[in-house]
């Protein structure tokens, strides 16, 4: 595997069951104090203790991996959260709301003339209602047929290593995806029942066309071009860089970096295909997103989130996830044989990096057994051993203030137990 985000989620993956197992017990864990800091004096019940998950006996975990789905996503900011419960307190059309949110957003990220978005449940529904949209238009017979495709364009094209676990997404809609690597099988590949060209953003290195022909030749021969970019903030740029280049759709992930809500996410692009996928999505009955729902304070949450996102210090931001990793990187080199070496992955989780090694001749342990004692360390702590690179590797964007200390002790703690 490539990438950092497939190489952590296979990593946490192998090891879910050995989570579920280690319950916290007894003591009051640091998370649990910042929670039980958190916590409002009016609740009494359930959640009363400030820290719901582990009162139903779910042992919340610190986060070296990153914005990982199975993980929760991010943090809400505390300002979302405040706008969120607003958005509780009211009924209101969601058809509506979604038009106006789309306007907003279209107008922060000054998107060309022509374009918006459309607030979904995930990066993974933008995907599947944004082609039901290309392939239904409004015509309501085709929109209640789906996923029966009779009278229907009914292919995708997409290059053979940009296949993925979520063009499952493209797939409910009935399409048949044609895989094909070279220009000339692209070429032969068009026909009458082409429907779209796919692109998957995070695999733009490993496919012989890239981002930006790609979208050129779907011009040229007059195809809607999509590219799913779920994980490809930062950078910021990357919300406008694609329709920019011409994409008539373009997906991001709500509750990854941008720190939404983790059941939120965009589909921006062109005015009617939008509009369209708008038609196939909740709250609209009868349709293929119906099961898709996404709810007013998602909907009000992500148009927030990217105000807070945009107007963010990101450089800032990056220095700051730096800075952790080498706070912890001090502690844990001071351990005779132990490393570090700090990367940032091309695309998809472009952010600060840091991968720990050590002299197996001086500190017993395999990279697994290591991450596997940080998770039953306690608080738990989730760092993936890494299948490409040797040792452990861990980012620090999702780590909560005072969180890169615990970690660099945890650390610290196994090197030391297991030196010879
Ligand atoms: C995370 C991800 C998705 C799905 O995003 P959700 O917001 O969780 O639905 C889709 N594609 C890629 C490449 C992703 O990384």
Redesign the pocket.
Known sequence: MRLG?EWNRRSFLGTLGMIAGSVIAGSMTASKKLFAAKASSKVSGFGQTGNPYEELGVTTVINCEGTM?MLG?SILRPELEAVMAQAGRHFVSIPELEVAAGKRIAEMLKLPEGYTALV????????QSGLAGILTGDNETFIKQLPDLTGLKSEVIIQKSHR?P?DH?LRTTGVKLIEIETRDELRHAIGPRTAMMHF???ANGAGQIKVDEWVKLAKQYKLPCMN?????TPPVSHLWDYTNMGYDLV??????AMRGP?C??LLIGRKDLVGYALLNNSPHEDTLGRSSKVGKEEIIGMVKALDLYLNEDHEALAKEWQGRLDSISRQVVRVPGVSTAFFVPDI?NRVPHMQITWDVARISLTPKQASQLLRESKPAILMGAGEEKPGLAMNSFMLQPGEDKIVADQLVRIFREHSA
Request: no cysteine; aromatic share 10%; hydrophobic share 40%.
């Open positions: 985000t789905t996503g979904t449940s995930g990066a993974a529904a933008a995907i993925n979520f997404q998957t953003n995070f799913d970019a779920a994980a490809d997906t991001f992930s709500g509750g990854k983790q939120a996410g998809a």
